[in-house]
């Protein structure tokens, strides 16, 4: 029992000074957490912890909604959104996304993932060389990353880049014209150190 206090101490508090701006009901949950385990009903602690996890998650997910770029000249940006996804969902993990729109109904979405064992899945596909060059992939070096941009079409293309081999990022964009350059240029505008900051 001991050893089950230390680690969810231990991994909540990871979680805290992730994000120290989390509101005080979550401190407050999981002193609740830890005073129902010192109490011994461990499955009330549990709740609560787990509970606390959730909320922490949100807040992560929210936090990155919020690193997205400004829309540039002739695009109109739509509300970022930022959510935790639960295990049966790619494995589960947090994630954010920001679509863009310009006046010939073009569109683009920066979409990030992070916590989910299915990006570890993705990295060995873009570090085989096989993959990367595959069809119309095509294998780029992104802000020091690799990177694989797949072109479906002259107006159809997909970008994407582990980020230190644990966060995805992926920008996609439809009926533009020379998508793959579009998508590209997306990616340069996201600032890949607050990605960095919100999620080490």
Known sequence: MKKFGVICSVFLLSLCLALP?????IADQIKQGLKFYEDGKISQALGELEF???????KKAEALAKVFPQAPAGWQAQKSQGKSMG?????????????????K?????IE???DSPFIQSLAMMLNNPMYASSGNNKLI???GQKAVIKSRSESKAELQTIIDNKVLLK?????VDDAAKVVRQFAELVDLDKIRQLTK
């Not at 701006?21 to 009901?25: F, R």
């Not at 295990?87 to 006046?103: D, E, H, P, W």
């Open 112 to 114: 990030i993932m992070t």
């Open 52 to 58: 606390a996890v959730a909320q922490l998650k949100q």
């Open 141 to 143: 070096r992104f802000k």
């Open 87 to 103: 295990a049966g969902l790619m494995g589960g993990g947090i994630s954010a996304a920001k679509s863009y729109q310009n006046q």
């Open 171 to 175: 920008v996609s964009a439809r009926r």
């Open 21 to 25: 701006a989390a509101a005080d009901e």
């Open 105 to 109: 109904n073009g569109r683009v979405k």
